[in-house]
């Protein structure tokens, strides 16, 4: 994939798209949020929806929108009346404190919010986002999702530097009483991550309302059951079909399907 830097902002853009195709930034929250990626070819600067737009909505955002910045969240270019987003701080931060990390993803995601508040621990609920590789694995084997006990916006260097050293090594980190923030090696696995965390908080939130705050959950036995699986591509009937397709079988579907819903729009 060609990396230059209108590839990156048109990269952004999408995500930033995609976020509201999710259902991640709609209604009252539709300019609420923002996806970011490291610059392959200059790693001390990231591309970021910014703020001051005559329309302000993740849903709408183009290329020509995104704003670049440094490490501590200095704009360095962006559309005539642009801004960073506001809370550019937790970008640049996450980024500082993680050089693996190459995409950063805040929103305010409903059911997160919803379940941090309460003080519940989510607990894994569903299938999606827990297996083997995926971005909840760890989580569902017994690590919790670090929570950040604060409601106020990250504004500061101090306050978006508490956020990188309480995400730590994790994926995700909750914002208590105001959202989530999930990172990647890439936009598809820091959007899809957060995706995923709404679904499972969301799941949580039905259980709760269904059986009380000890309900049950998928047993840490039965995700034991998910590791060390025999590959598909090795079992014998799908070794042949598999092997003429000269590929792994993806799994992705979702992210692809809203990144080309998202892409028609721009063309
Ligand atoms: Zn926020």
């Known amino acids: 994939m060609s990396t230059t830097l209108d590839d990156v902002k048109y990269q952004v853009a999408i995500a930033n798209r995609v ?52 490490l501590e969240g200095n704009k360095l270019d962006g559309p005539p009346g642009s801004t960073q987003c506001f809370e550019i701080k937790m970008h640049s931060c996450l980024y500082k404190a993680r050089p693996d990390v190459q995409a950063v993803v805040h929103v305010h995601p409903r059911f997160t919010v919803l379940m941090s508040v309460l003080g519940a621990g989510l607990v894994p609920m569903c299938q999606e986002g ?65 995706a995923l965390l709404e679904e499972q908080a969301r799941m949580n939130w039905y259980a709760w309302c269904a059986a009380g705050p000890d309900h049950p959950r998928i047993a840490p036995e039965q995700v034991v059951e998910m590791t060390g699986r025999t590959p598909l591509a090795e079992l014998p ?31």
């Open 130 to 194: 827990i297996q083997p590789g995926q971005g909840l694995h760890r989580w569902a084997c017994g690590e919790p999702f670090p929570v950040y006990p604060h409601a106020r916006t990250v504004q500061t260097e101090e306050e978006g530097m508490e956020v990188a050293r309480t995400l730590g090594d994790h994926v995700a980190v909750l914002l208590q009483g105001h959202g989530a923030t999930t990172v990647g090696s890439s936009l598809e696995e820091a959007v899809m991550n957060m």
């Open 237 to 267: 009937h799908f070794r042949e079909v598999l092997a003429r397709r000269g590929e792994q079988p993806r799994v992705a579907g979702a992210w692809q399907y809203y990144v080309d819903r998202a892409a028609r729009e721009l063309r």
């Open 19 to 70: 976020l509201a195709e999710l259902g991640l930034a709609t209604g009252v929250l539709a300019s609420l949020g923002h996806a970011s990626m490291r610059v392959p070819s200059a790693p001390e600067t990231f591309v970021v929806k910014g703020r001051g737009y005559r329309i302000d909505a993740l849903a709408v955002m183009r290329p020509e929108d995104m704003v670049v910045c440094d």
